[in-house]
């Protein structure tokens, strides 16, 4: 079993639509999430990063953490053409010191 | 800003050759990384640095080395490359702190072995 999972997609999402990724993790002492998206034939970048339960609002994006279920998820409100992407679901457990295990990453694919 | 920097962008290699992957950052990191990313693989932790003068292999270190040369610096080299070593190879550096790990990556270096 990997570590973090993430459905590959691609995702197909009309603009203006909410676009939903989920991603679960096995290492129940996990502390650190983050997600990073990566355009096609660039380097991954990060989006946004998360550490309690809840939710984590930072502009057109939502992050939400429920560490009880081990799962991690991303919302893209009103997704643009731009949003089209492959999102990476990143997590840091506490003894792997500064170090991310990285799911294989969703692809995200905004139509007009 | 270049914040990190590696070269080169693209290479092409015989079998049997090596190569050196070169990497540095000016955000005054102390610690890199070097992972591979393969289709349907996500991201793999090669080698990596937590401070000046320490490395770590990650969870596919077979058929690399590393140096970390100053706490700017950290080289990748391929001793004897194998079709296999075939990837996208990004170099990254961080400051880990207890709030969490921010990783910052470089632009990518395409490796083809043939």
């Known amino acids: 079993q990997k570590e973090v999972e993430q459905n590959s997609g691609p995702l197909s999402v009309p603009e203006g639509a909410i676009a939903s990724l989920n991603c679960t993790y096995s290492?129940?002492?996990?502390?650190?999430f983050f997600w990073y998206r990566q355009y096609s034939g660039k380097s991954p970048e990060l989006i946004m990063s998360?550490?309690?339960?809840g939710d984590k609002e930072d502009g057109r994006f939502t992050a939400q953490l429920n560490k009880a279920s081990q799962y991690v998820s991303l919302l893209i409100r009103d997704s643009q053409p731009s949003d089209s992407a492959t999102y990476l679901c990143?997590?840091?457990?506490?003894?792997?010191?500064?170090?991310?295990?990285f799911g294989a990453g969703t692809q995200v694919v905004v139509t007009p | 800003n270049a914040g990190v920097t590696q070269t080169p962008k693209f290479q092409v290699l015989k079998t049997g050759q090596s190569m050196t992957l070169q990497c540095a950052q000016d955000?005054?990191?102390?610690?890199m990384y070097w992972y591979r990313q393969d289709p349907g693989m996500g991201l793999r932790l090669i080698y990596y640095?937590?401070?000046?003068?320490?490395?770590d292999k990650g969870e596919v270190p077979n058929g690399y080395n590393v140096s970390r040369l100053n706490k700017r610096e950290f080289s990748l080299r391929l001793e004897s490359a194998a079709p296999s070593q075939t990837s996208v190879y990004f170099c990254?550096?961080?400051?880990?702190?207890?709030?969490?790990?921010?990783?910052?990556f470089g632009e990518g270096s395409w490796l083809t072995v043939v």
């Open positions: 990254a550096s961080s400051e880990p702190r207890a709030s969490g790990n921010t990783i910052y």
């Open positions: 290492d129940r002492g996990s502390q650190s």
């Open positions: 998360i550490y309690s339960n």
């Open positions: 990143a997590v840091k457990s506490p003894d792997s010191w500064g170090k991310l295990q």
């Open positions: 955000m005054n990191h102390n610690s």
């Open positions: 640095s937590a401070s000046e003068g320490t490395t």
